[in-house]
């Protein structure tokens, strides 16, 4: 997965729940490893993003608006 750095307040990440020390393991085009393949499934954008993090040892899934 990749981790999230800072995460500004008030930006568009925070106001869909994203947090900084988020763990992003999966996005709508399906699971990925490391950044390289997270920057990959957004070659085509879709049509509804979803994103799988895992925060303090919980999953949960974050639609980004």
């Known amino acids: ?9 008030g930006s568009r990440a925070w106001n869909n729940g994203l947090r900084q020390g988020d763990i ?8 990925f490893g490391d950044l390289p393949a997270f920057r990959a499934s957004f070659e085509q954008k879709p049509a509804r993003l979803v994103l ?9 899934q974050l639609l980004m608006q």
Not at 1 to 9: A, D, S
Not at 52 to 60: E, F, I, N, Y
């Open 1 to 9: 997965g990749v981790q999230t750095g800072t995460v500004e307040p």
């Open 24 to 31: 992003i393991f999966a996005s709508s085009s399906g699971d």
């Open 52 to 60: 799988g993090v895992l925060r303090g040892g919980d999953r949960g």
